[in-house]
């Protein structure tokens, strides 16, 4: 079988988008969520459940995690949120500022929760062995960082703008760029994560990913918006981005829900 290109994989996406619009003008209810079995995103076919969930009540109590995070204000340090200042240089690329707060459905401040989030460097490739994209490494770019909400829910990193990399969905798959945000609430077992995207990527029409959200509203909710009085002026630019954990105006979170 030749490779998939690009156009295979848009035919896919439309084929799936146009059926989403019109169950939606047909009555059907919106979908903030996209199916864990995708299609045009490969490797969600591979891996997605396909039995159900098994609950686990009594037993061990060691075979589920019921305690929450260790971290707290003292596990936080000062640069864990500041990417840019973690190595005894600099690292290369555009700096900026992500901020924003962590709501629940009511819009009320989640407080005291761990966010981290990992990212690629400028050049797009990430400080991980699994990566090799031939782009540059930067020894001054580590790509990790975390931070705790404060009691309006507000979150800050600074850090540098990741670029596009390539990835093996299909032939020349390209990911637009984009920053991985994960959320702990009380426990372990209820970790989130999702990611954030940068406002006007040309790469959104072609990243199955992205555009397995098939719901608009809840595609835009990906993208950060600019806020010039998030810029610092001539150090960064500066992007505002809420997460909302549930509800009808809720953040995509990478597990899915049905």
């Known amino acids: 079988m030749p490779p998939l290109t690009q156009s ?7 084929d799936l988008q146009n059926a989403y619009d019109k169950a939606l003008a047909e009555g059907a209810p919106a979908r903030n969520h996209p199916p ?3 299609a045009p995103y490969r490797s969600s076919v591979l891996r997605y459940p396909k039995q159900p ?7 061990d109590p060691e075979t589920v995690e019921l305690s929450g995070p260790v971290f707290g204000p003292t596990d936080i340090t000062d640069i864990d949120n500041d990417l840019t200042v973690q190595h005894q240089g600099e690292p290369l690329g555009e700096r900026i500022t992500v901020s924003g707060r962590l709501l629940d459905r009511a819009g009320r401040p989640v407080r005291g929760q761990l966010i981290e989030l990992w ?3 400028a050049s797009g490739r990430y400080a991980h062995l699994r990566d090799q994209h031939p782009a540059p490494l930067d020894p001054n770019f580590t790509g990790v960082g975390r931070v705790l909400t ?4 507000h979150y800050f990193f600074r850090t540098i703008k990741p670029g596009a990399y390539p990835w093996r969905n299909h032939t020349n798959a ?10 702990f609430g009380t426990a372990f077992t209820q970790r989130l994560v999702t990611q954030m995207y940068f406002p006007n990527d040309p790469l959104f029409q072609y990243d199955p990913i992205l555009r397995s959200v098939t719901d608009e509203s809840a595609r835009n909710r990906l993208v950060a918006a600019y806020n010039h009085d998030l810029s610092q002026p001539e150090f960064s630019l500066g992007y505002e981005w809420d997460i909302v954990l549930d509800g009808p105006s809720a953040t995509w979170i990478e597990e899915g829900r049905d």
């Open 8 to 14: 295979d994989i848009d035919t896919e996406v439309d």
């Open 36 to 38: 864990r079995d995708y």
């Open 53 to 59: 969930l098994v609950a686990v009540s009594g037993g």
């Open 119 to 121: 990212q690629a460097n």
């Open 150 to 153: 404060d009691d309006q829910g």
């Open 174 to 183: 390209w990911r637009p760029a984009h920053i991985h945000f994960s959320m």
